[in-house]
Structures are given as structure tokens and as C-alpha cells.
């Protein structure tokens, strides 16, 4: 199990390793770090100052630890296009990216699993069948497609939601949250449900798929012998042994949603860092770039690792294999 | 030799006819009718100079009057109707979706080539030579999977057009673009490949190819990689419906097809603007167009994938 564990956290390192070695080279050879830096009014002296202080002449694997150094205390550069620091920067978008991200995996999970047990139970219902139709259609629909969809419907035609933005939000202390002012609140709808659509098809699929593998074996049978209400034989017998499989996917898709945020943040222009990111590729913003791929591998790799770990406490075959 | 291939020519025509794969065929209708649409939508798109009624890409064709007509109305000013309506600059919405719906399929059909040919070279390479080379590109596949594929696209496409030259940047965009999302696919190929290879190689014949003397390179394009190619038309398939949206996608997000070759998420994009003042059919109608090609592609390679695969049949 400690072995399992110590190899996976060393696999995770490794990745991170090279990933702040692409985003370190994009940084040191995607355009000419001091030309950006410095801009057309430059003297000799400034370039060789600048040179001195970001370390660019000394040897490349220096300069590389230098930068991991810099990156773990989470200090990224200053952004060509903004002239601010970019950790400030970052940290000023987190917090809309983080709670749109949670909502959406909230409302995939709920919505996801509690539609899938329905569909398993009643399987060959009218409203099941006409759920897994739609679902079908929701998956080939692509994400900016079904965020536009939403905005014609309740922006334009409706005029219910607001199309665009984070509506009010409250200073908590740096950190800004829409969820405590009714605009705010109103805002997050429609990009929570175009960001988690996607995530609650794939739960919902996933969950009705193993409630029927699950429902079909002899412990329910015995369980409908003994006379237990349906109520108990779904969801306290049945249900449960379905969540392995769905947690992992759960955990899985988080980082998915933290992506695609990028998507859905640019069709409702929402304030985060996925909107941060895709203008700096637009004015080739490198620093900002370089600082968001770190970011996001850490939590990629961070979640992968927790959910590996998770399994092998959950799954006892793992743990055995492990030694 | 010779004598044997000019018998076998003239029968292939009837021996595709006769093959499971195109009895499998007759018996779906799905298959058939998402055929049909995306041959015909791939046809209408390369033949797209002979079928669309004006070219929206050249200046002396656009007359700023007809802008913003909607569909088969008349114009109010010029009096000209237009099948699908006009955009804001008096481009033919039709036209224009023709002539995105290439640069799409362009992008799409050879960045899938591209993540095909070198998925299926590095996942012979990793299946036949085994060892060190098999542990690298593995690695380097687990890493590139830890990430969402769109995403990988739009880090390689800023990194591109970071390296590239301003004065070129809109030239080299559609290429860019093709590299980006072939570079983000290739893994699947590549796994495919190397599993089947492993398979291949421990076979008898490979043996044979090896004891003969045939050199390893030889063995591996000419006897293993024909036997391995079916899993991989499924994956291109169904990585053309992807490639499609990731290409989409990354132009809808201005990361992509310059407005100068706009391509169906371009127009979308551009489309997107409209909506809120009631000029529906400018987003309208490229994002159908959209929706049925990869719906279309995406059913057949669903399909294809039901048909090659034995254990269903």
C-alpha cells in the first residue's frame, strides 16, 4: 500500500517535472523574454540589467531550477501585456473559475446520479427513454454551441438570465464571491449548466448503466425476497454499490471541468482564469500562459493522485497489488 | 506475381461488395442515411466554388447594401434575395457556410492524417521494439492523457504562434491550427497500434517474415501494419467528428482560422455577435451545418466501430 502510494506520488512529481519544462522553455524561447519586457525605449545597460536579473546568462539547467524555485513559491514573472505580477493576476480570477466549477460539478452530481437511478428503475418508460435520447444529443452538442443555445433562449428570447459576467459580487476578504447577491446568483445559472451539461450526461450514463448490472444480481433478488420496500432496495442496497466506479469518474472529470471552463468562460465572458488564459494566447501573453499550465497541471495531477490513493482504499485488490 | 495481381484486380469491386463490412452496411440504416450526409455535405464543401452562388471571399462580389438580409426576403434596398440571408457585410450566409465548411473539413481530415501517421509510427515502434523505446513513448502518452486534448491544442497553438513571425502569423494559422489539434490526438493511434502490434508480433507469420530475413522495418510496415489497421479507420473516424469541434472550438474562442479564412467556428463566432439584435440566421445556419457534420461523422464512426468489432457479431 506505502509502496503504491510513495510510486504514484513519484510518477506525479515526474509530471510535473516536465510540464515546468515546457512551460519553463516556453518562457525562455517563445519570442525573446527581454524584447517583450522592455519594450522599443531601451538602453544597453537595461537589457543587460534585465539579462542579469532573470539569470539568462547563466547555464540552461540553472536557469531551469531557478524557474521551479521561483514557480513553487508562486512566483511567475510579470505579464508582458498587463505589466502585473501574474500570481496577483491569477489570483485575483481563482475565485470565479473556482465557484463556477463547483457549482457545475454540484449540479452534474446531483442532477447526474439522480437521473440515472430514475432511468434504471423505470427502463423502459416514456420520460426514462426520452432522457437517454436527449442525453445522446447533449453529448454530440459541443459546449460553446449549447452555451449560445441557452443565451438565445433565456437572454434573448425570455430575458430572464443575464448573458454575460458575474453580476454583483461581494469582497470577502480577496476573495469575491457571486453567491451571496441575487444578480450574482442569477448569473451563475446558465454557465454552470452549460459547463456541467456534458459532466451529468457522462454520470447519468454511468450510473444507469451499473444500476443495472447491479440490479440484476442475486443479493437484490434476495433482498426482494426478504420483502424490503423498493425505496430501501435501490438506494440503500443498490445505489451504494454502484458509487466505486461513479466517484472515480466524479474525480476524473473535475479537472475536465476546470478545462473546459476556459470554453464556457469565453462564451459568457465570465471574469476567470480560463478567459485570462485564452486572451493571453491571443496576444501570445507568455508569462500568463506559462503560469496557468502549472497551475492547472497541479490540480490535474493533484486530483489523479487522490483519486488513485482513494482507490486503493476503496478497492482491497489494489492494495495487495500494490506490495 | 504479376499474373496474380491483374486476376485479383478486376474482382475487388465485387469482393468489397461481397465483404461483411458492406452486408453490415445495408442492414443499417443509420449508417446509410449519416453516409449519405456527410458525402454529400464533404462534396457540396470540395466542390464548393460550382455550388455556392457567389464567392463571399471576393470583394467585387459584395455589394455592404446587401447586408444583414434575411432569409428569402427580398432586400429592402437592392431588392436581391438570398437563399440563407446575408451577414453584416452582404456575404450569401449559404456561400460563406460552403466555403467554411472546406477550411473545416481541411483542417480536420489532415490533422487527423497527421495524428494518424505518427500515432501508428511511434505505436509500432513502441509494440515491436519493446524496451526503453516502448517505456518513452508510453510515458510521454500518460502525460500528454493527464490533459483534456482541447487543451493541449490551445497551448501548442500559442506556443506556434508565438514562434511565428507577425507578419506570417495569419498565413501559418490554418497550418498551426492543423498541427495543434494533430499533435492532441495522436495518443489513442498510438495505443491502438502498440497493443495490436504486441498481438502481431508473437503470430507465426511474423516468425516466418523474420526468419527469411526480412528487415524489421519491412516486417513492420508491410506484415503487421496491415493487420493492425482496422481499430485505426474506427479512431479516425470518430476523431474526425472530434477534430471537427476541436477545430470549431478553437476558432468560436479566436484561436484559430483567421477571420480572413473563416471556417465554421469563425462563422459562428462572428454569427454570435448578432444574436442579441435579432439577426438570428448569420449564427443560425453555420452552427447547423456544424452540428450535422459531426453528427453525421460521429454516427459513422459509431457504426464502424459496432461492424469491425468481432465479438458483437
Redesign the interface.
Known amino acids: 500500500m506505502l509502496t503504491f502510494i510513495l510510486r504514484r506520488i513519484g510518477q506525479s512529481a515526474l ?1 510535473l517535472l ?2 515546468g519544462l515546457v512551460a519553463f522553455a ?1 518562457f525562455r524561447f ?2 525573446d523574454p527581454v524584447d517583450n519586457m522592455l519594450g522599443q525605449e531601451r538602453t544597453l545597460e537595461d537589457v543587460e540589467r534585465l539579462k542579469e536579473q532573470l539569470g539568462l546568462d547563466r547555464p540552461f539547467p540553472v536557469q531551469y531550477f531557478k524557474f521551479l524555485e521561483e514557480a513553487v513559491q508562486g512566483n511567475f514573472g510579470v505579464s508582458y501585456r498587463q505589466g502585473r505580477e501574474v500570481s496577483e493576476i491569477l489570483l485575483e480570477r481563482a475565485p470565479a473559475t473556482l465557484e463556477l466549477a463547483a457549482v457545475s460539478a454540484i449540479f452534474a452530481i446531483l442532477l447526474g446520479i439522480a437521473l440515472g437511478v430514475y432511468t434504471a428503475i423505470r427502463r423502459d418508460g416514456f420520460i426514462a427513454n426520452f432522457i437517454m435520447s436527449t442525453s445522446l444529443i447533449g453529448v ?6 449549447i452555451g ?1 443555445l441557452l ?2 433562449l433565456f437572454s ?1 428570447e425570455l430575458n430572464w438570465l443575464p ?1 454575460f459576467g458575474r453580476g454583483d459580487v461581494v469582497d470577502l476578504g480577496g476573495w469575491t464571491t457571486g453567491l451571496l447577491t441575487a444578480s450574482g446568483l442569477k448569473s451563475l445559472v446558465l454557465p454552470s449548466i452549460t459547463l456541467g451539461l456534458y459532466q451529468m450526461t457522462l454520470i447519468m450514463r454511468l450510473v444507469r448503466s451499473e444500476m443495472l448490472e447491479v440490479l440484476r444480481q442475486d443479493y437484490i433478488r434476495f433482498a426482494r425476497a426478504r420483502g424490503l420496500s423498493d425505496r430501501v432496495i435501490h438506494f440503500r442496497h443498490a445505489l451504494k454499490n454502484t458509487m466505486v466506479p461513479v466517484v472515480t469518474i466524479i474525480g476524473l472529470q473535475l ?2 471541468i476546470i ?2 471552463a ?2 464556457t468562460e ?1 462564451v459568457f465572458q465570465w471574469p476567470g482564469m480560463g478567459l485570462l ?2 486572451n ?3 496576444f ?1 501573453d ?1 508569462p500568463v ?1 506559462a503560469a496557468y ?1 502549472m497551475l ?2 497541479v490540480m ?2 493533484g486530483i ?1 493522485l487522490l483519486v488513485d490513493i482513494l482507490y486503493a482504499f476503496i478497492d482491497p485488490r489494489l492494495r495487495v497489488a500494490g506490495k | 506475381m504479376s499474373d496474380l495481381s491483374e486476376i485479383e484486380t478486376p474482382s475487388r469491386l465485387r469482393r468489397m461488395l461481397d465483404s461483411d463490412l458492406f452486408y453490415a452496411f445495408r442492414r443499417s440504416p443509420v449508417a446509410m442515411v449519416s453516409t449519405l450526409v456527410a458525402l454529400l455535405l464533404i462534396l457540396s464543401a470540395v466542390f464548393a466554388p460550382l455550388v455556392a452562388t457567389t464567392n463571399p471571399f471576393d470583394p467585387a462580389s459584395l455589394n455592404l447594401m446587401n447586408g444583414f438580409t434575411p432569409p428569402m426576403e427580398p432586400n429592402a434596398f437592392t431588392g436581391e434575395s438570398f437563399l440563407l440571408g446575408t451577414d453584416d457585410q452582404g456575404r450569401d450566409v449559404y456561400s460563406t457556410i460552403l466555403y467554411g465548411m472546406r477550411i473545416s473539413l481541411f483542417v480536420g481530415v489532415t490533422a487527423v492524417l497527421f495524428a494518424m501517421v505518427l500515432g501508428i509510427v511511434l505505436g509500432l515502434l513502441a509494440g515491436y521494439v519493446g524496451g526503453w523505446t516502448d517505456t518513452i513513448i508510453m510515458r510521454a502518452a500518460d502525460v500528454q492523457l493527464t490533459f483534456p486534448s482541447i487543451l493541449v491544442a490551445m497551448l501548442i497553438f500559442g506556443i506556434a504562434k508565438g514562434i511565428t513571425p507577425i507578419e506570417y502569423r495569419d498565413q501559418m494559422a490554418i497550418w498551426v491550427l492543423i498541427l495543434a489539434i494533430g499533435l492532441s490526438d495522436w495518443v489513442q493511434f498510438a495505443r491502438v497500434v502498440r497493443g495490436a502490434t504486441m498481438v502481431e508480433k508473437g503470430k507465426d507469420y511474423v516468425a516466418a517474415a523474420h526468419l527469411i530475413g526480412r528487415p524489421s522495418l519491412s516486417i513492420m510496415l508491410r506484415h503487421i501494419l496491415p493487420n493492425v489497421l482496422s481499430p485505426v479507420l474506427v479512431i479516425a473516424t470518430i476523431s474526425l467528428a472530434l477534430a471537427i469541434i476541436a477545430e470549431a472550438t478553437l476558432s468560436f474562442l479566436g484561436v484559430g482560422a483567421p477571420p480572413t479564412q473563416p471556417s465554421l467556428g469563425t462563422l459562428i463566432r462572428i454569427g454570435q455577435q448578432f444574436l442579441f439584435s435579432g439577426e438570428w440566421w448569420i449564427l443560425f445556419f453555420p452552427a447547423c451545418t456544424l452540428l450535422v457534420l459531426a453528427l453525421s461523422v460521429n454516427l459513422l464512426g459509431d457504426w464502424l466501430r459496432d461492424a469491425l468489432n468481432p465479438r458483437l457479431k
Open positions: 509530471v516536465i510540464v516556453m517563445v519570442g454530440s452538442l459541443p459546449t460553446f454551441l449560445i443565451i438565445y434573448v448573458s479537472g475536465a478545462a473546459f476556459i470554453i469565453t488564459f485564452i493571453a494566447i491571443q501570445v507568455i500562459m499550465l492547472i497541471s490535474f495531477v489523479n
